[in-house]
Every structure is written in C-alpha cells, then in structure tokens.
C-alpha cells in the first residue's frame, strides 16, 4: 500500500543502516528527504558519502540536535527515526503535538513493499529464526522471490521497492522499530520469547511486551501468530490478547495443537493426529534455544505455504548463525564457543545451557539495566570460572557473591581476559564468551566483539 509522499518534505533522523535505506526509498517514491545526524563530529559530507550515489545530491543534510530543528522550517509529511532514536523524549513530543506523524523505517517500508510479510520479533533467537526462515523460503520460492530484512542487517526500506506481489520478505524486527507503526500487517507473525531487555529504553517489562506486540498490528484471524507457550508473557499474549490465529510451539509441553519437543524428538500436532517430524541429533544447531528457534521457524515456514520435507531439508543443513552459540575451534583439547549477540542475560542462560564440558565464561560489557541473578544461578556447575570485563563487571561479581559464586576474576582490559583465558583452560574444557551485557562500551558492535575473540581462539 503505497502512500502518497511525492514532492513531501520528510525527516529522518539517524545515518545508520535503516536511515540510509529509509531515504533511498523517499527519493525513489519522490519525497523530499532530509536527514539529520545528532553526532557534531561528523559533517556533511561524511553523512553524504555513505548514502547511495544517486541520493546524495537529492537529500539535505541536517547536523544538529532534533531539539533545537526549527521545525517551523520545514512543512514535515512525516518523521522517520531510526531505532536507536529514543521516541519518549520532548523532542519528539514537539513533533506529535505539531501534527507531525512519526513512522518507525518498518512502517515507512511496508508502506511501499508488496508480497507477503512474515515478521519475527522476541528478546532472543531473532536472527537464528529470521536467517532460517530466509533459507526455507529461499529454497521453496527461489531466491529472487525472497528478501531476508531488518534488525539482521538488511534495511527493509532500501529493500522495499525492489518487492512485487510475488515477493515473500522475511524479516527480523526489534522492540525499538515496533515503537511507531500504523499499517505494518505481516501475514505471518512471530514472538518467540519475552524475558526483561532494553529497560533502559522501555522502562516497564509492560511497555516492552506492547511495543513487541506490535508485531501483530492489524492482522487479523486470517493471518497467523507463531507463539512460545512456555514463555508466560507470549502464552497470556496468545490466549488473551492476539488478534490472529496462534499456532504455539514449546520445548517444554506435549501440546495438543502445535509444533513441540519430546525428549530429543520435533513432534506437530495437528487436528487430534501427532507426528514426529525430525530427531535434535539430525540438526547442526545446539542447545535446548536452537531447538525453539527450528520450531517456531518451522510453524513460520508452514503459515507461509511451504511443504514440510523443504523445510526439513533446509533444517538438516542449516549451521549456527554467526556469534550465537557458534564453534569456533577446538585448540589444545579445549573447545571455543563464540555467543557474543547474547547481549542480555536470558540468552547468556541458552549459551550456558548449550555446554556440555566445565566452563571459563568470559562475560560483562554495557549496563542496559538487567539483572543478572537468574543467569548466575544457570551456571551450576558448568563454570569452572568467571572472567568479567566491561562497565558491569563490578555489578555481576557482586550478584555471584550473593549466590555463591566465588570463582571470579574482574580484568580491566580485554588482554587480560584472554591471558587469563590461556592460563586457566584445560584439555575437556569449554571457553564460552557469552556477555550478558551490549557491547558498547568496549566495542562499536556485538560482531566486533565476536570477532575478537575468534581471532583470539583461532591464533592459539
């Protein structure tokens, strides 16, 4: 459903990824954009140069505060922020109040993409599911049909117009781009979990839940929600509240309707008659997280009209995305695991979950404001050893006194970390960096951070 933009002023505030593709997309439809960039350290011409060649000289470039633009200025169709771009502030409060629409690069997209859309959001498995479900996809309806989009890197507003209504577009979306839609309608929707993150930008675990939820904005019974019944956020969501049809997977229940585990078994139950569809050992993913991810992908994959022996196929080759719960090596009888994207303590459990060999986890980074006791208590005794870096070291090492955990080591940089990594691991043992924590205030990205250490673990 495009919308009637041409020759309309719209703002969009942020040069990243999605704020490059949402002015691709503005000067392909017409629009006037103008972009603007908090960051004082930049100019315009560094802006510039990271958009396409054929917008650059058709956008204005803003370098300045959002709270000080005269928006008197401008005749604003629209705002379009990016997801790092906080929305509960008197900034944007100034834009509501003068009439001004502001629309997430997801809404903006959607606006002007066509095909069906299946939408994966949840706190954690996002990428693993969203990746998987692009293979599937790919593999049932070809390639040039498919558009794998959003949080995992692509912007779904560079890759909407390129949509026709044979597309089929997968994509992974976060709490922060459901913060501002209106017509977003994924035929396929899916919340695989929810567990307390970005309270820091949410506030409330209720105003997370609704900005998640928002996944399911205008479906309705004729389309499908993929939901967790173990979680008990997505389970109340599901029967109290979801506006689709629920299609529920668990790792937990033998569900009377619905995709589910038994014991080391993928079973679907589907009008009174129970299947087994394939065994844990015939996939290359570990851990109890990964075999929620392969359900939900599976029910994602079946709502979207694919036939089960492709999504099965697609499944047994299917390896571990890059920096969750990813093998990197094994170095002198000692196993190296790479987790770096779990950036909250819920997916640091799944990584802990996943070993099966006593532990150094290497863990701390960026205080998003959680709490860590639940992830303290997973460890049992598959940690042999703590190692803690970054602004929340001091935070977790506290949290293991009071439950316990004496073997801790807090290091003040990441060299250390890795001496004492070499020092302290034994043949039959397993190295995990699993942070718990964002990466930011040590490295620019959760990749980067993956990437060190694998450079570490690959020069031993």
């Known amino acids: 459903m495009a919308t009637d933009i041409k020759d309309r002023q719209i703002l ?6 999605s704020g490059v593709g949402a002015v691709h997309l503005l000067n392909n439809a017409g629009a006037k954009p103008v972009l603007l960039d908090e960051n004082d ?23 300045g505060k959002l709270a000080e633009l005269d928006l008197s200025a401008y005749s604003f169709a629209a705002v379009v922020p990016s997801p790092g771009v906080p929305l509960d502030t008197p900034a944007f409060d100034r834009i509501r109040n003068a009439g001004i629409p502001v629309w997430s690069e997801i809404e903006l997209a959607y606006r002007f993409s066509r095909g ?6 949840g706190t954690n498995g996002k ?3 969203t ?3 692009g293979e599937i996809v790919k593999a049932a309806f070809g390639e040039e049909r498919t558009r794998v989009v959003g949080n995992i890197g692509f912007s779904y507003a560079a890759a909407a117009p390129g949509t026709n209504d044979d597309t089929v577009t997968v994509a992974e979306i976060s709490s922060f781009q459901l913060e501002a839609v209106e017509e977003f309608h994924a035929q396929v929707s899916a919340i695989l979990n929810l567990t307390p993150d970005h309270l820091n930008r949410h506030h409330t675990m209720e105003e997370y839940m609704r900005c998640k939820s928002n996944v399911t904005n205008r479906q309705t019974g004729d389309d499908v929600c993929v939901l967790n019944y173990d979680n008990e956020y997505t389970r109340e969501f599901g029967e109290k509240h979801c506006p689709a049809k629920v299609l529920w997977f668990s790792s937990h229940e033998a569900l009377q309707e619905g995709i589910f585990l038994d014991g080391e078994t993928i079973m679907m139950a589907r009008g009174g008659d129970k299947a087994a569809l394939m065994g844990t050992r015939e996939m290359h993913l570990v851990g109890r997280c990964n075999a929620e991810n392969v359900m939900a992908a599976i029910g994602i994959a079946i709502s979207l009209g694919v036939s089960l022996g492709v999504i099965l196929d697609v499944v047994r080759a ?5 920096h ?8 002198n009888g000692v196993d190296y695991y790479n987790d770096s994207k779990a950036t909250n303590p819920d997916a640091a459990i799944q990584g802990i979950e996943a070993m099966s060999r006593p532990t150094i986890l290497l863990g701390g980074g960026y205080d998003k404001g959680n709490t860590f006791d639940e992830w303290i208590e997973a460890f049992g005794d598959k940690v042999k050893l703590l190692v803690l870096m970054g602004t929340t070291k001091e935070k977790i090492a506290e949290c293991a006194k009071t439950h316990g955990f004496d073997a801790v080591v807090l290091v003040d940089s990441k060299e250390e970390a890795l001496e004492l990594i070499k020092k302290n691991a034994e043949p039959g ?3 995990l960096l699993s942070p718990a924590c964002a990466s930011w205030d040590m490295f620019p990205n959760y990749e980067a951070r993956g990437k060190w250490f694998k450079e570490f673990a690959g020069a031993l």
């Not at 969009?12 to 990824?17: D, E, M, Q």
């Not at 958009?51 to 650059?56: A, G, I, K, P, V």
């Open 116 to 121: 069906r859309l299946a939408a994966i959001t």
């Open 318 to 322: 299917f390896r571990a995305v890059e």
């Open 127 to 129: 990428t693993t599911t």
């Open 12 to 17: 969009v505030v942020g040069s990243g990824l």
């Open 324 to 331: 969750r719960i990813e093998y990197v090596t094994t170095k």
């Open 41 to 63: 350290k930049l100019t315009a011409d560094d802006i510039r140069v990271k958009l396409e060649e054929s917008d650059r000289d058709k956008t204005g470039i803003v370098i």
């Open 131 to 133: 990746t998987l479900v």
């Open 429 to 431: 043992d397993a190295v």
